[in-house]
């Protein structure tokens, strides 16, 4: 089974930036969506944005539309995050879609580690 790796979290001010990557230990198909999720404290994981490894397909929600970009190169799959606010502050997960909607995290599966986002106001 694929592993997914995080990293790139960490503390910054409100209207920074940061970039988030998704590495996975092996191959998948360049069609399989990878996705990126974050869970607050307290509260449901939630989908961020997916793409496919390449980023020929892509997808976000509502909440980071304009602010964050996802890419990929082939080997990785990169979360920038600008413009970033306290209410961004969660651990950020990448997974693998199975199938179905990529809004649910239920379709997802190999979630990574996660890594952490704090940002201060």
């Known amino acids: 089974q694929v592993q997914l790796v995080e990293s790139g979290g960490g503390l910054v001010q409100a209207g920074g930036s940061l970039r988030l990557s998704c590495a996975a230990s092996?191959?998948?198909?360049?069609?399989?969506?990878i996705g990126w999720f974050r869970q607050a404290p307290g509260k449901e994981r939630e989908f961020v944005a997916a793409?496919?490894?390449?980023?020929?397909t892509y997808y976000y929600a509502d909440s980071v539309k304009g602010r964050f970009t996802i890419s990929g190169d082939g080997n990785a799959v990169y979360l920038q995050m600008d413009t970033l606010k306290p209410e961004d502050t969660a651990v950020y997960y990448c997974?693998?879609?199975?199938?179905?909607?990529?809004?649910?995290?239920?379709?997802?599966?190999?979630w990574g580690q996660g890594t952490q986002v704090t940002v201060s106001s």
């Open positions: 092996e191959r998948t198909g360049s069609a399989y969506l």
């Open positions: 793409s496919t490894w390449t980023a020929s």
């Open positions: 997974a693998v879609h199975n199938g179905g909607s990529v809004y649910e995290r239920e379709n997802f599966g190999s």
